[in-house]
Every structure is written in C-alpha cells, then in structure tokens.
C-alpha cells in the first residue's frame, strides 16, 4: 500500500513539474478538450475522430514545450513496441491523471505504418498499446480505466508512401471517455 502510493506521489510530482515547466501553448483544457497540434511549422498530424468516445489529437514528433496532458500521442520505432524515454513522462502524466479522476477512463489505439501483413500489423499495435498501458498500471491505474484496441495499419494519419509518413503512423493514441 505504501509503496502504492509512493509511485502515485512520484507520478504526480512528476507530471506538475512537467506542467510548470511547459508554456500553456495556446487553446488549453484538460482531456477531452479540442485544439493542440495542427500542421503548422511544426509539422504536426491533424486530430480525427474516435467513433464519439472521444478525440485523438496528433501531436507532432516535435515542437514547443507543452502540457504533457495535452499530448495524446506515443511514437514508436520502426518495429518496436519499446517505449522511448521522451515519452516516459507524458504516459506519467496521464497515469496521473487517470489515478486523481477514476471516473475517467482511456482507450490505447495501436496504430502501424503500412509496411507489413495486416495480421502482423494487427499484433504489433496490440503491442504497443499493451505497453502504454503496462506502464499506467504500474502507475497506479485501475485495470477497468484503460481499454487498449490495435488498428494496425488501418488508421493512416499520413498517408505519403515514405519515412516521414510511416513515423506518425507508428504511434498509440489516448483518447478519453467518461465511465
């Protein structure tokens, strides 16, 4: 229990110090909220929606300092489902976050580049949802917050034939809902 709530205090230092640090980048609001990334300089994937639970809002694979919670989208390597060390932080703050509103909840969507099966695809993007939310659990998160999907290549948010492309197709996204 204590070592529980250890890990809770840690996440949520954590994602307030990330949160003081970060500029407030424009149109805020907490999860759920439109806005965020656009296709400006940045060169950012546009937001879509999630079948009415929810929003996805692409986040470039760089750009100016902002709210971890304001950041819904974890990028992969090619073929990989490890979790690089820059996104550390961001699944933190959600975690945090979904452990302070238990009446919120998240659906991981697993997402491919194109390249690949379709099963092959399939399986890959369970991975990497699986990992994103390994890494909430262990954070605290009650197991009946977090619903993971795998799209595999199915769910393009680029759709040009090349490296830049296929990078924001390797990503999950978290979209939020009310339980």
């Known amino acids: 229990m ?40 940045g060169g950012g994937a546009q937001s879509y929606g999630a079948g009415g639970s929810g929003s996805i809002q692409g986040q470039g694979m760089g750009g100016a300092q902002q709210n971890p919670l304001e950041q819904r989208t974890i990028y992969f390597a090619f073929d990989s489902s490890a979790i ?28 491919t580049d194109e390249r690949g099966s379709a099963e092959y695809n399939l399986a890959l993007g369970e991975r990497r949802a699986e990992a994103v939310k390994q890494m909430m659990l262990v954070q605290g ?23 830049a492309c296929w990078k924001l197709n390797r990503r999950v996204d978290i979209v939020y809902s009310k339980q």
């Open 2 to 41: 204590t070592r529980r709530i250890v890990s809770i205090g840690l996440a949520a230092v954590a994602a307030l110090a990330l949160a003081a640090c970060a500029g407030t980048g424009g149109a805020g609001g907490g999860p759920g909220a439109a806005g965020g990334a656009g296709a400006g300089a």
């Open 141 to 163: 998160v009650a197991p009946a917050q977090i619903r993971t999907i795998s799209f595999g290549k199915e769910r393009p948010v680029c759709t040009a034939h090349d490296e």
């Open 84 to 111: 690089e060390a820059k996104y550390r932080p961001i699944i933190a703050a959600h975690a945090a976050n979904l452990v302070a509103h238990p009446n919120e909840s998240v659906t991981l969507e697993g997402n």
